[in-house]
């Protein structure tokens, strides 16, 4: 049986005005669109197409090609998309309209910003935005745009400028929903800024404008958004009222994603206020959320947030588990799609993951008055003998943290041997040795996105090959346990210990250098140029 027509199209079909006819189409698919009815908006914007081509209605012709092109591209149908966009720039173009000729414009520099090709879409954007001069509407679209475009590349100062510029063509244009838009985006980059009464004027704006306009989804937005400020002012009453009411809203839309957001914000404030066990099951509940609403976004946070939580109940493997959970799926994150900047995503979540590796280390310690404050010393020194090697970044933040857990597996060798004041048996001596094996089997269940386990393992092992546990030699020692090891002893020789007092500094310069040739040569003479060979005093003596 043949597929019916819709009444529009019937009445298309028959002769009349089908310039008339087709800017109905565009009203009616836009209806579609908004509700999420993509296949039906496509039906009725190419319908439109055929309509304005037949009547030579160029105006209608290009507006129709603009929002069939911008619904294959949310379909993920780029070359057609694209190929329908820039014939709708070129009818828009032979029919003299600047205003047209920007609205395509804007959507291709849309594609340059998808494509990842930034740069691009930034010229494009500020293309349209001096064709589009004219209209106050178009002009704070692209403002937005270029705001996000700027938020993306982590320049706060920039989007801060092109949303209220967007806010002014808004409020010109008297587009009450582009002006709540508008003030939710300078709320977010007002708290990304942290001015948070900036950021809390703005979000109550957007809140007046949504209720005024039944707008429910973007007030949810606004209020779940609002909770950063006042978890930032420990308003832990607030935060969760706000995140109770969007939670409320995003059930009754079915929106899962911005539930799981809702979730994760009363978490943080069980957390916050000593709840751990409701904490706890709100944010579990936050990841499972985000999980079946397919959100790397949301899912990468409230992980990131139940590993602060779990750092605070001392479960420090189960945080860096998370903490790793976290890291990939930040790196998976695509800027362009998600809105964000994901590279200070990642720094952040590397700021955490340091403050729960270094916590955990320095908790190691804490029952030894003789080594509080090693592994903090150690990383000092080794980061600087790294630096002065010329490693990167990223290798700097893989010594660091291994420095911070290099002792990890202590915890199981004995107090009395650990804390014996004279010299050990070879029995005790064996047992002390297994404590980089052991801990490397403590963190058997975490995969470090830095590779520290070697340096765990190795930082006894000598270049001579008389080192522990396993006898390596030379270069078959990774390069970072060398520094990590030429750290501990300059930390073991200048602190007092249980068996000895802390030697000078150039007591302690001449032990190093007697002992050289325990240390590859490049990784000595980047100690001695470094601030633990010629730097300030050793510090003073624990205990």
Request: glycine share 8%; charged share 30%.
């Amino acid at each position: 049986m043949p597929k019916q027509k819709s009444p529009v199209l019937r009445r298309l079909a028959a002769p009349r005005d089908r310039a008339a006819g087709a800017a109905l189409l565009i009203r009616e698919g836009r209806d579609h669109e908004r509700a999420g009815r993509l296949e039906e908006a496509a039906q009725h914007y190419a319908t439109a197409v055929d309509g304005a081509t037949e009547s030579g209605e160029r105006a209608v012709l290009a507006e129709a090609l603009r929002r069939l092109a911008d619904v294959h591209r949310r379909r993920g149908e780029t070359v057609l998309a694209m190929e329908l966009c820039r014939r709708s720039r070129d009818v828009a173009r032979s029919a003299g309209s600047e205003v047209l000729a920007a609205e395509a414009t804007n959507l291709l520099a849309v594609f340059d910003l998808e494509a990842g090709e930034l740069a691009a879409a930034r010229v494009t954007f500020l293309e349209a935005l001096r064709l589009g001069e004219a209209s106050a509407e178009l002009r704070g679209r692209i403002e937005q745009n270029l705001g996000i475009l700027a938020n993306i590349r982590g320049d706060l100062s920039s989007a801060l400028a092109h949303y209220e510029r967007a806010l002014q063509a808004f409020e010109a244009a008297g587009d009450e929903r582009g002006c709540a838009l508008a003030y939710n985006n300078l709320g977010m980059v007002s708290a990304d800024r942290e001015l948070w009464d900036a950021a809390d004027a703005h979000y109550r704006e957007c809140l007046r404008v949504t209720e005024a306009i039944g707008d429910v989804h973007l007030r949810g937005i606004a209020l779940i958004n609002r909770t950063e400020v006042f978890l930032a002012r420990r308003e832990y009453a607030a935060a969760r009222r706000d995140a109770e009411l969007a939670m409320g809203i995003f059930d009754q839309l079915g929106a899962m994603r911005h539930k799981s957001d809702a979730y994760k914000i009363v978490g943080i404030v069980y957390r916050e206020t000593g709840q751990p066990a409701l904490a706890e099951a709100r944010l579990r509940a936050a990841v499972a959320l985000a999980v079946s609403a397919g959100s790397l976004l949301e899912e990468a946070e409230a992980s990131r947030e139940l590993a602060l939580l779990y750092k605070a109940l001392g479960r420090n493997q189960d945080a860096l588990r998370l903490l790793n959970a976290a890291y990939r799926l930040f790196k998976r994150l695509d800027a362009r799609r998600d809105l964000v900047d994901v590279a200070g995503k990642v720094a952040d979540l590397e700021g955490t993951y340091l403050a729960v590796v270094r916590d955990w280390g320095q908790s190691i310690e804490s029952a030894d008055s003789y080594t509080h404050g090693h592994c903090e010393r150690v990383a000092t020194y080794a980061v600087a003998v790294a630096g002065a090697l010329g490693l990167d970044e990223a290798e700097l933040t893989t010594v660091r943290l291994g420095a911070y857990l290099h002792d990890l597996g202590k915890v199981k060798t004995p107090h009395e041997i650990l804390n014996k004041p004279g010299r050990l048996t070879d029995e005790e001596f064996a047992i002390m040795q297994r404590h980089p094996v052991d801990g490397v089997e403590m963190l058997a269940g975490i995969d470090f996105p830095w590779d520290i386990k070697p340096i765990i393992r190795w930082h006894h092992e000598r270049y001579d090959g008389t080192g522990y546990p396993d006898r390596l030699a030379g270069e078959a020692i990774p390069l970072a346990a060398q520094v990590i090891c030429v750290a501990d002893v300059w930390d073991a020789l200048t602190t007092t210990r249980s068996y000895r007092p802390a030697m000078r500094r150039e007591q302690a310069l001449a032990v190093m250098t007697t002992s050289r040739h325990h240390w590859r040569p490049d990784v000595f003479e980047a100690f001695m140029r470094s601030e633990g060979g010629r730097g300030a005093p050793p510090p003073a003596p624990a205990g």
